[in-house]
């Protein structure tokens, strides 16, 4: 590979990868958890900036952008999410709102297999491993707005 080929490939336009070990997949948890959640997670960890930029528990994506990724409804993408929750895959860490002036914010993701910033352990808390059927983890859902008659 000649040094112009190498730098195309390590640009900011090199292309982006999301790895899934078969450890996790073949997990009861990635069992249970739907295809759509199943096809939401790899764009999830994609929000992921490397171990070099930590931003675990702080990763976006919106239901809307989720949706348009997957070709599914937002109601169809609001539940891969809550999926994902539930079997411990991604917990809320802080959850989205309306801003001022129309302004929102999406939810922000922990990835459960990826370490926190400063952790001092490598791997990440992997909730997915204790997850149990019938032993759902907690959904954080966003507050809906109040509907005035």
Sequence with gaps: MNMASRKKHTSKGAEHFAKLTRRMMETPAWKAVSPTAQALYPWL????????????????????QAADRLGVT??????????????????????????FAGHGRSTSYEITEISLPHATAEDGRRLYLEW???KDFEVKLAPSKAVKK
């Design 45 to 64: 960890k994609f929000e992921f900036k490397g171990p070099k930029f930590n931003n675990n528990g702080k990763i976006n994506l919106s239901v809307r």
């Design 74 to 99: 937002k109601n169809t993408a609001v539940k891969a999410f809550h999926d994902l929750q539930a079997k411990g895959f991604i917990v809320a860490t802080e959850v989205g709102h309306l801003g």
């Design 132 to 134: 149990r059927e019938g």
